[in-house]
């Protein structure tokens, strides 16, 4: 009896001597804890650092392998954040632009991923604690400011390059933009970002004297095209309630054109005289003739249809948008029986006759 008593006393005072947080039904295991005391990047994280952004990433999942995982998720996703963040405020407060139209079209594209700015990405420290009865892994990840800069110049470069690339598709395709001037611009805007355009910095085949040549040619057919277009008349015909076929209106455009081979048709949408004068000045004609075409039809006492082709002819300075002459108008009558029986073509070329 008295060996008994002696292990139950033995036994209760082990128990009693291990601590109570040990047998605690609420405490988990913590296998691998850090055996240093709770260091100052976990209780007092620091993210003012001058040289290094930096993230904190906390998980108290059970499994350890998940646990580590989301806890350099979390430290990621908050570099990231950050970086984007001051990204985007230096993007906004940024006023040092040569060409500020072109530089922010460029820049207000430029965003960040985490592949781009977390390159030099290093995990500094790690720290697994027992925190109020939890089990937490903290991870501690840093990159250096030097090294995302590095990264957002290069975004930067490669959306200066998109946009140098864009410029001068425009400023060389007189289908889409027929307008001289404004191709002149965007071959301009293209020649400002190319300055400012660090080829060290892209992954791209070709440099700098690539594109600088490519720009160098599209000049010179600016020039061209606006030396020939000086010496050349525009020639828009209005129709304004077309009446006229297009069989008709080419035939009045062979007559004047046989009299005076200087003159371009401009197939351009046009229904008004002032905006005819703009196409042509745009695109750097010099003088414009606009014909102003319209055609009546009227029953005669016989029953007949009698057609009238009324052609007003206009000359243009586009230079001072003034006319140069008293306009002309010529008429010519048509008759049949029908509507297909009127001889439109018979028309427009005696009125063109009279307008040459």
Known sequence: MKNIFSSVVLVAGIIFAVPAWSWSPFYTSCEGASE??????????????????VGVGSSEKKDKAARLKESETLAKQYLVEHIQVTIKAENEQSTSV??????????????????EVLR?????????????DTCTQYTLMIVSKKSVEQAKREKIMKSRLEKIKELLEAGTNSIKNPDINDRRKDLEDAQELLAETDFKLLPEENGRAFYEKQ?????????????QAKDRMALFVLN???SLNAGVI???????????????????????EQACIKIAHDRAFAKLTILIASCQVAMSQMGSLKGKLTVT?????????KELDVPRTMSAEVIGWSNEELDWNAAAEKVMQGLK
Request: with cysteine; proline share 4%; charged share 35%.
């Open 36 to 53: 240093e005391p709770m260091p100052e990047w976990v209780s007092k994280p620091d993210y003012s650092l001058p040289n290094d952004y």
């Open 120 to 132: 030099g990405l290093e995990i500094k420290s790690r720290w697994l604690g027992l925190d109020k």
């Open 240 to 242: 304004s309630d077309h």
């Open 215 to 227: 720009l160098k040619e599209a000049f010179a057919s600016i020039v061209k095209d606006t030396s």
């Open 98 to 115: 040569i060409n500020q139209k072109v530089q922010k079209d460029a820049l207000s594209k430029l965003t960040v991923s985490a592949e």
């Open 250 to 272: 080419g035939k009045m455009v062979d007559h004047l054109r046989t009299s005076d081979q200087s003159t371009d048709r401009l197939m351009a949408d046009c229904d008004q």
């Open 313 to 321: 002819k206009k000359i243009y300075d586009l230079e001072s948008r």
